[in-house]
């Protein structure tokens, strides 16, 4: 029962480039949660998605940063135009139900931006 | 606005020695509280949820406890495999989604 996957695990990416972050959730899980972790900080909240619907985005950053949980296929959060104070580790989590705090989290995709 | 703090930021045990973590909270109405478990390089994993004051949960050495304002990870003879970072967090009945604490990184020397 594979759990919470993430790619990639690792990114690299220079200034003014995209990066795009990929999450599966557990299996017949439909809420997704996404968090951004930087260095000695704690988790903050992204943006919270079930399939095709933007539920909760009231963490995003308001420019070039969006999330999107299609029918098919995995979560993707995109950054446009990345600098470097997005370096940070991507945290992706899913749940069962709604108003769930036991959330299954992936193991992160970690962003370099040079 | 939620907020939640951890403390102390890191602390350091001998094998054996037993000390509690705290995790202080201030939210509209509380839904559910809940402690994670981080090891470095690796996604938080859950350890528990507590829903009203007075309520205790167990699993281990770990024991979590619960009053109106803060919430207490007691920890019991702790080995050197509990190093780790122990985040706490907080559902909020107004909110969607969890509210973390920075974690309390906790180091058990053999």
């Known amino acids: 029962n594979a759990g919470v996957m993430q790619n990639p695990r690792h990114l690299v990416r220079r200034r003014g480039q995209e990066a795009r972050l990929r999450c599966s959730p557990m299996k017949g899980h439909s809420h997704v949660y996404w968090y951004r972790q930087l260095p000695e900080e704690g988790l903050k909240f992204m943006v919270y998605l079930q399939k095709e619907n933007i539920i909760d985005e009231s963490g995003m950053p308001k420019e070039r940063f969006s999330a999107e949980f299609p029918k098919e296929g995995p979560s993707i959060l995109r950054i446009q135009q990345v600098v470097r104070g997005d370096s940070a580790a991507y945290f992706c989590?899913?749940?069962?139900?709604?108003?769930?705090?036991?959330?299954?989290f992936g193991e992160g995709s970690r962003l370099t931006v040079l | 606005e939620d907020q939640v703090t951890q403390s102390p930021e890191a602390l350091r045990l001998q094998e054996g020695e037993s000390s509690s973590l705290n995790c202080s909270y201030t939210v509209s109405g509380l839904r559910g509280l809940f402690w994670y478990r981080q090891d470095p390089g690796k996604g938080p994993e859950f350890l528990f949820t507590?829903?009203?004051a007075g309520e205790e949960k167990e699993k281990e050495r770990l024991k979590a406890t619960l009053t109106k304002k803060e919430s207490f990870l007691h920890i019991t003879a702790p080995k050197p495999e509990d190093s780790a970072t122990y985040l706490c967090?907080?559902?909020?009945?107004?909110?969607?989604?969890?509210?973390f604490g920075s974690g309390t990184r906790l180091q058990v020397q053999p």
């Open positions: 989590a899913s749940s069962l139900d709604r108003w769930a705090g036991e959330l299954f």
């Open positions: 507590l829903y009203s």
């Open positions: 967090a907080v559902l909020d009945t107004g909110r969607r989604a969890l509210t």
